[in-house]
């Protein structure tokens, strides 16, 4: 059986104020057109398809439009679950009557998995879909006490799918979180937990609890064949071969610029041999960081033949104010999303106050102190000349 690993679409996803719905459009076409050429058997989405829980009408429009290409146009089957943005009951909504055309989707509320078998060749392939779910909710319904984090939750659900688990099948299962191999040393650890862990994160992603709690140990996926993780956008595997995030189909932050972006592609044989292969999808427009002064950034754009619709973060390295920064970028790439200054001095909290007996400093050398500290570019004398004329004009305006 040829299965499609993928991951966090994020449908309806606005990223520092520009929608990237197009974008979206393009690459699940992309998506469909590898489908077409590798004829898998079945595709599945490790939860966070939606980017809210009620996500906008042109969002619902294009998962409609895109699951009715896959399923019925492409005969493929669907197995989707929930992710923390999802809102469950609203994705799986209608699910149980799709089944028949080949869409399984879990996440309702009151389901911890779902288990869905599909048969190849005379041979079942059982996939658990274990849907995003607070600790304290699977806590509820499995009446359970002792469930106090999310690797508790995903302990107690992983329990209750063993008691009727096949070891001589095949036995996929999707889940929605941060799954790592030290998750006991990084509970240790506050502040650089996920790098404890030894995962990849990027700012897109949303913590789902603090201190920790949101970790799940990646060995109770033992008994399981493939692990089809979705939540981290970059694609990286967790242990061992067989347990694996796809990441997301797109960037969604300028912190994923060096991240490639596709899908697994996972070919499973009768005897439990599972070859994974990576597919790169091209995006309609990159995201990328450029860095330099402002006159050659938009000088250089001007000379590209590609790329000047890719959506930018441009780090500046002028000195002295800028008149109209965005709007001289925007002339040449107008899918700039932000503009930020290069900091040429690292400081610490006590630069900020002045030193030594301040009282006794001119206001000149307060000024050269401060800049010097945390200025941008070097103190030089015309800069000073600036600063004498502008204490001389306020110390005049003072004394009318």
């Not at 398809?49 to 906008?56: E, F, L, Q």
């Amino acid at each position: 059986m040829k299965i499609i690993h993928t991951s966090d679409w994020h449908i309806g996803k606005i990223v520092n104020e520009f929608s990237m719905i197009e974008d979206q459009k393009y690459i699940l076409n992309k998506l469909i057109n590898l489908i077409e050429e590798e004829k898998p058997q079945v595709l599945i989405i490790a939860g966070d398809v939606y980017d809210r829980s009620i996500p906008p009408v042109e969002a619902v429009e294009l998962l409609n439009e895109t699951l009715s290409k896959l399923i019925i146009d492409k005969n493929i089957k669907v197995l989707a679950i929930s992710g923390n943005h999802d809102g469950g009951e609203r994705l799986s909504f209608g699910s149980k009557i799709l089944e028949k055309q080949g869409l399984y989707i879990a996440g309702r509320d009151d389901e911890i998995y779902r288990h869905v078998v599909i048969n190849e060749n005379g041979k079942n392939i059982n996939f658990y879909l274990v849907p995003y779910k607070d600790p304290a909710l699977t806590k509820k319904l499995l009446e359970n006490k002792d469930i106090k984090s999310h690797n508790d939750a995903m302990i107690a659900v992983i329990e209750k799918i063993k008691e009727n688990i096949n070891k001589d099948e095949v036995n996929v299962l999707v889940g929605h979180g941060y799954v790592t191999m030290k998750r006991e040393d990084a509970i240790k650890c506050i502040e650089d937990k996920y790098e404890v862990a030894d995962l990849q994160t990027s700012e897109s992603e949303r913590p789902l609890s603090i201190g920790g709690t949101d970790l799940i140990d990646g060995n109770i996926f033992d008994d399981f064949d493939y692990v089809a993780l979705g939540h981290l956008h970059g694609r990286q595997r967790i242990g061992r071969e067989e347990m694996r995030y796809s990441g997301s189909l797109l960037k969604y932050s300028f912190s994923e610029v060096n991240q490639k972006k596709g899908v697994y592609i996972l070919d499973v044989d009768e005897n439990k041999n599972i070859d994974i292969d990576f597919k790169q999808l091209q995006p309609i427009r990159d995201l990328r960081v450029i860095k330099g002064n402002i006159e050659d950034i938009v000088n250089e754009g001007r000379e590209l033949k590609e790329g000047k619709n890719d959506y930018i973060q441009a780090i500046l390295t002028d000195d002295g104010e800028l008149i109209n920064p965005m709007e001289k970028l925007r002339s040449v790439y107008p899918n700039t999303m932000l503009i930020t200054r290069e900091r040429k001095r690292t400081y610490s909290e006590d630069k900020t106050s002045a030193k030594g007996e301040y009282k006794s400093k001119s206001k000149l050398d307060l000024f050269k102190e401060f800049y010097e500290d945390l200025g941008s570019g070097e103190y030089t004398k015309d800069k000073e000349e600036v600063l004498i004329q502008t204490i001389n004009h306020v110390l005049k305006s003072e004394v009318k």
